[in-house]
């Protein structure tokens, strides 16, 4: 068996609607674009995969610059047999440095067809489900205090227990107001932690934290730097939620021994992929660090594959998931099913990714890549 065909998709995401303190960056116009990759084998088979590029205010990517190195890629990926998925990852990173986000979206779709080629289900080829379900977090937009404890009710209602709340749009004084509301808007068995996206200075860090740092609140990625992170961190003594500065094992290791990371966050195109993630997840575990396993933002297919490797680990090791699925852009015809706050791989999943792709919302291709 071989693959012989390589076609990329994209779709468009601008149905997301979250606010973060990057809103200012609107005016440029950009949108959120996911860019999906189907491989075809002479068999028959056909492995998808999904990256949703981060905007380059995020990262210093596009999805422009993704799309032209999955066709660097793409030579590497014709003629090869998707069973011996290792060599495929292999040569790839060895190739190309950098472009995680290119790397990601074909690992993820070799893994799906790895996973045909077995007749199992991602979870099951992994070594079996640990858990059977995963919590999954929602997220609290900008608003003020009162409107955001609003928020917080509705998400509740509807069963969940994780709440990432925005905050860092200027105003120091109304991050203190929202962390102190957002704490004291918990109940038992919930969490929240407060997302600056790197928005504070280290000035604004300390004016912020030094007012609630007895509430004892979980703040994400508050400034530009790893090093100003750690200096906030120990002026202050919380650990934080490291997002934008874990690329890989490096960082995570170099955080753990500075004693500045309570979580981390993985993300597909920062690490280049689910095998990738694999492994920095089996590292967390061993050093006792929480994680949020998922992408800067995707469909179905992202749903899917963080959560086959989510129902790997234990419980206490996954941090939430988002639930990517849009109702509006329905990639996938049968998403992974998210109720009382909660996400399943289901029992009767298919194998590989287990999920189905819906053709009509795709599209025509953009590119084509064929042996």
Not at 181 to 187: D, V
Not at 331 to 347: C, I, L, Q, T
Request: proline letters at 7%; a negative charge.
């Amino acid at each position: 068996m071989k693959i012989i065909r390589l076609t990329v998709y994209i779709v468009k995401l601008d149905a997301w609607n979250v606010g973060t303190r990057y809103s200012a960056t609107d005016k440029l116009g950009l949108s959120l674009q996911s860019s999906i990759v189907r491989l075809e084998t002479d068999s028959g088979l056909i492995g998808w995969g999904e990256t949703l590029t981060p905007p380059p205010f995020y990262h210093p990517t596009s999805p422009e610059s993704a799309r032209a190195a999955i066709g660097l890629i793409a030579p590497l990926v014709l003629g090869a047999d998707p069973s011996q998925n290792r060599r495929i990852l292999h040569d790839i990173r060895s190739m190309m440095r950098g472009h995680e986000p290119a790397k990601s979206v074909i690992d993820m779709a070799v893994w799906d067809l790895a996973g045909k080629v077995a007749g199992l289900p991602l979870v099951e080829l992994w070594g079996g489900r640990v858990v059977n379900d995963m919590p999954v977090l929602c997220l609290v937009n900008f608003a003020s205090p009162e409107e955001q404890f609003a928020q917080i009710v509705e998400f509740r209602a509807q069963g969940y227990k994780l709440f990432q709340i925005k905050v860092g749009d200027g105003d120091p004084n109304l991050d203190v107001a929202r962390i102190e509301a957002g704490m004291s808007a918990m109940q038992p068995g919930e969490r929240c932690w407060f997302d600056a996206n790197r928005a504070w200075n280290i000035d604004q860090a300390m004016q912020i934290l030094n007012q609630v740092k007895h509430l004892a609140p979980l703040i994400e990625q508050p400034t530009e730097t790893y090093r100003d992170c750690v200096t906030i961190s120990r002026r202050t003594g919380l650990g934080l939620m490291l997002d934008e500065v874990i690329h890989d094992q490096d960082d995570l290791f170099r955080a753990v021994n500075d004693g500045v990371i309570d979580v981390a966050v993985l993300k597909l195109g920062t690490t280049g992929g689910i095998s990738e993630h694999r492994h920095l997840a089996d590292v967390g575990v061993r050093l006792g660090i929480p994680m949020r396993i998922e992408d800067y933002y995707g469909t179905g297919l992202t749903l899917a594959a963080v959560c086959h490797l989510a129902h790997t680990l234990p419980e206490h090791a996954v941090f939430g998931l988002y639930d990517y699925h849009l109702p509006e852009v329905p990639v996938v015809k049968n998403p992974f099913p998210v109720a009382n706050g909660r996400v399943r791989v289901p029992n009767d999943c298919q194998p590989g990714l287990g999920v189905e792709v819906n053709p009509e919302v795709l599209g025509d291709p953009v590119a084509e890549y064929e042996l």
